[in-house]
């Protein structure tokens, strides 16, 4: 049994072994108090101004009471003071004596609780590391029932063999060396943690995350069971007010990101490191947002922006807006694909008769989103029958709808977002303001709006390895881009068109304060857009090779150049 005082208010004493004890200490206060779950003592003194370490001989009272569930009759106890150190061995002797008795008699099923305080300890409702995944998942979920704060305090790896949900004003924390690992004891499942919201689209709102450490174990499935396009090992879906903090997944896989948020307010992710095959983080639509402190080793994005997505990559489109994305490690690997972040834009127009569409193709109709959920095999149909059900998926003309949502836009994207100290130590494309044009997803249908990305902000970002690859990696319309106290090595900026969109608009690039590392020519910006137009604006920038010449390629577009680079002081086009 581990004890510790601590002279600050209100601080806990819990026996390691059996978490059904609880106490309270204020030293500087009035009350000295034991809680269990069914037993309430209290040990206080009343001379105002007094604190416990003040109080002098007969100024302690207590009193023992049983909880509203039992009906024992009230116990008095005098307790006298004759030194500090003898009277705080007596009440925590006293204490713990009542309490050893009292928890032989309390039901192994016995929640763990600090009255008033909201505090629940889920190992009370018999979450266990011997447990079986079954029985941990029903457990869990009757504390995080309870609402609250929920703590897991006791070391060890638990088994999950399902998904628990959580409901708004809810608290998980899960202490040092505690891990949920997931097993299929009653076949394959998705999501560890999802929000009871997402089932309906309903928001929950502050709903914190700390200490969270998913072992997949090779479950790692795509089962849409509770939400079509929600694949997230740790996935919220209509939310509000979510902290996710000091995250661990390192055996991800390739079919699950490890943690997915999609229709959000005010979302903050900080202190995660995530390592494996697929996203690290991915997000839907929403908007304020900051991800911090992460270390990422992902063969696929370590961060995804995608307001618009695969069909089966996000349950709804839109803009994801006014975030941070800060002090964030992008690891070596052996092999890779995707980029650090991705950043996805899509457009579409209203159902007509004939049109033609294909998989993950998006329409409106009826007031609502409808897009194809079909094989990503490149088959194009015909759709003659317009979709007007209010859910789930009606297939018409052979085509397979399903409803998205009911927030009309016709556009999706990304705006008004600053990454900042951004350490790139994998050889690959750093970023990527991106569409597709294939048999996945078609993120423009033609005709339709054009998306224009807005506002994007890249300062101090810092490229650590010598191959050359592409800094920006520019697919869409994207109005301005400021890079700032950076530092490249071979890192173009390139433009190239998707096979979509007729007009890709104006860019113009603002380049301040950088280290400019690469000896000799350097393609700065290259463009491959025909009648592209960019603008492009460099000042206050060092070269650390007396051979530096920086270069533009303005292929069948256009580039303007107002720079204090090396070959481009004179440049014009």
Known sequence: MNIRINELPLHTLTNSKNSKLKVFVDLRGLVFRLMTSSLSFEIFHNIPGESLLQASPGAFHSKFRLNRKTKSPMKRIIVMRQGLNCSLALLIAFTLALAQAELLALPQSAASEVAGQGFTDAVGFGFSPEASGLDNIKALQRAVDQGGTIMVSQPGTYKMAGTVYLGSQTTLIFGNNVFLKKVAEQGAFSHVLLNKGALTKTYDEHITIEGLQ????GVDVRTFKDVYGLHGQL??????????????CLDLGQVQYAVQVCTFEDLIINDVIIKGQKDGVHLGRGKRFTISN??????????????NDYAVGNPELGWIEDGVVENCHDLNAEKTTGYFCRMSAGAWV??????????SDTVVSSGRLYRVQAKPDGTVYKSTTQPKHESGSMTLDGINWGVVQTNVTYTAGVRNVTFRDIYLDKPRTGFSIHSDNDKFDRSYYPGAKVPVQEQLVFDNIRVLYGQKSDFLDIGTPVDVVTILNSSFRNNRIYFHDNKAMSDYLKTKISILGCVFRQPGAMDLVVNSVPKKEIALKTSANIEL?????????????????????????KFGN
């Open 214 to 217: 998913i072992i997949v174990n």
């Open 235 to 248: 996935a919220f879906f209509y939310v509000k007010d979510l902290r996710i903090e000091h995250f661990r």
């Open 294 to 307: 992460g270390t990422f080793q992902t063969y696929d994005d370590a961060i995804a922006l995608n307001g």
């Open 350 to 359: 209203d159902w007509t008769s004939g049109m033609e569409v294909q998989q």
């Open 545 to 569: 090779s007396g051979d530096f010449l920086a270069k533009v390629i303005p292929g069948a577009g256009i580039i303007t150049v107002e720079s204090d680079l090396s070959g481009l002081q």
